[in-house]
């Protein structure tokens, strides 16, 4: 085989987005991404990285090999004071794709080995990394059961490291 080639994105195809995947106001076109960074990671199976938030760059992420079991959750309301975090979850095959709004934090499960590229608003800003505890009891993503022979994922240490939902948006609050 000589390989192969695709397409993973094409700025003429890629969808409008809705006010609530842009983070603009409700009942508004909401301006439509710019995006100006490219990233590829690559994954081992069981390799879990999240929860990571971020409060001035929206996200659009691609399967370009593997599957990801991906988490989303809505922690806008929470910052705001007004209610809890909404969950989402999803399983991406190849070429399947995910925008991540601004204030939605997401974390991702490689089920198997997996490549994802993301393209992002921003370019990387090292204060607007923030993270929470993948296993937040408060948060109660249903991840799946895949990594390490006792069934548990596969961290970086600033991953393992991160703070819960209440303790991060009261360090956003100070």
């Known amino acids: ?5 695709r397409e993973l994105w094409r700025a003429s195809s890629f969808p409008a987005l809705t006010p609530a995947e842009t983070g603009g106001p409700a009942g508004s076109d909401g301006p439509q991404p710019s995006f100006v960074q490219a990233n ?3 994954s ?3 390799v879990l990285r999240g929860l990571h938030y971020h409060r001035r760059q929206l996200d659009y992420w691609v399967v370009a090999a593997g599957r990801a079991f991906v988490a989303l959750v809505d922690v806008r309301p929470v910052v705001a004071g007004r209610g809890p975090a909404g969950v989402e ?3 991406l095959a190849p070429d399947e794709w995910v925008v991540i709004p ?6 991702f499960l490689a089920i198997e080995p997996l490549e994802l590229l993301y ?3 921003n370019e990387f800003d090292g204060r607007d990394e923030l993270g ?4 937040d009891p408060a948060v109660a993503v249903p991840w799946p059961a895949v990594g390490t022979a ?3 994922p596969i961290l970086s240490d600033r991953d393992r490291a991160n703070p819960s939902l209440a303790e991060l948006v009261e360090g956003l609050r100070h």
């Open 89 to 91: 979850t999803r399983e």
């Open 132 to 135: 929470f505890a993948w296993d």
């Open 44 to 46: 081992a199976a069981g």
């Open 40 to 42: 590829l990671s690559n």
């Open 1 to 5: 085989s000589r390989g192969a080639f």
């Open 102 to 107: 601004t204030g939605v934090a997401h974390g």
């Open 119 to 121: 393209l992002v608003t």
């Open 150 to 152: 006792d069934g548990r």
